[in-house]
């Protein structure tokens, strides 16, 4: 069976949930879009990402990223990117569709394997992985994607799915999911300070504490979150709050002062400025266009 097609066919006869996720805790999106778009700003989640029809380019870390309906991308953590969308030709959509994943979900299955061998680098390498797609990779998905359209979905089956698709990742692209898993490894201690600023991003972060804490320099610390990331501590604890302002101006009517208090500036006036450097509009604008998409 050709899965690829199949899943194409599902999704153009629109049985399943398009551009939203199947429920409020739901670890898998599938996508259609009829333009192709400019780039713009997002934040990618650990997740394994598949485009069926058409082509993405990343721009991370100063250089292109480019992956299409014959590669599929591993985002291993909370990284910021720039994202183009591309149609495979005019008036054929866009199709693709993200399975998100945690990395706790990977070490327990690692543990189920009994696989847990330590692969350390001295030198972490950043946080996406393209590497090239079978047709046989896409068959888990395509079961749910199977079972949504039928009527029968389930969350439990949900997750099952998604602890086979991790299963096999692990297969084609295990030594890298282990650096980030497993105790012991460089990119893991990154990914500790990447949680914790991710759970107190509101709040004053001292890197030279959390350097101390998870048993590296500053001077590593810096070198390597930058590697993973793109971005400084700092810096992504910024873009964090910015994020975070962004889906405030979606979903609520609160004012842009508000929010910028809320998100953890003392200057409304600083926090535009910042909002308008990194969408290239001002929030107030934004908020316009973002509640009539």
Do not use: W
């Not at 879009?33 to 997002?42: G, L």
């Not at 029968?152 to 089956?157: D, H, L, P, R, W």
């Not at 107190?200 to 993973?228: A, D, M, P, T, V």
């Amino acid at each position: 069976m050709d899965y690829k097609k199949e899943l194409i066919n599902l999704i153009s006869s629109q049985k399943l949930p398009l551009n939203e996720d199947l429920d409020a805790d739901s670890g898998v999106k599938f996508y259609m879009q009829n333009t192709t778009s400019e780039f713009c700003s997002t934040l990618y989640q650990p997740s394994f990402c598949v485009v069926l029809q058409g082509a993405k380019t990343l721009f991370f870390n100063k250089k292109y990223l480019h992956y299409d309906s014959d590669s599929y991308l591993i985002s291993t953590t909370y990284i910021p990117a720039k994202i183009k969308i591309e149609q495979p030709a005019p008036n054929t959509p866009y199709m693709g569709f993200v399975v998100k994943f945690t990395l706790e979900q990977i070490y327990e299955i690692i543990k189920e394997i009994d696989d847990d061998r330590i692969y350390n680098r001295k030198n972490v390498k950043d946080g996406f992985c393209i590497s090239p797609l079978k047709d046989d990779m896409l068959e888990p998905i395509y079961r749910l994607a199977k079972s949504i359209a039928s009527g029968t979905y389930s969350k439990f089956i949900e997750n099952l799915i998604i602890k086979e698709i991790i299963y096999m990742l692990l297969q084609t692209n295990g030594d890298l999911l282990k650096e980030y898993v497993l105790e012991g490894n460089l990119a893991n201690q990154v990914i500790k300070v990447i949680e914790h600023i991710k759970l107190n991003c509101f709040e004053n972060i001292n890197i030279k504490e959390l350097s101390r804490k998870i048993g590296i320099s500053e001077s590593s610390l810096y070198q390597n979150f930058k590697k993973i990331t793109s971005l400084s501590p700092i810096q992504y604890q910024k873009m964090l709050r910015l994020e975070e302002a962004k889906s405030m101006l979606t979903y609520t009517n609160e004012g842009i002062g508000d929010i910028a208090f809320k998100v953890g500036y003392e200057s409304p006036s600083q926090f535009s400025r910042e909002y308008a450097r990194m969408f290239g509009v001002q929030p107030k604008i934004h908020a316009n266009i973002l509640k009539q998409e």
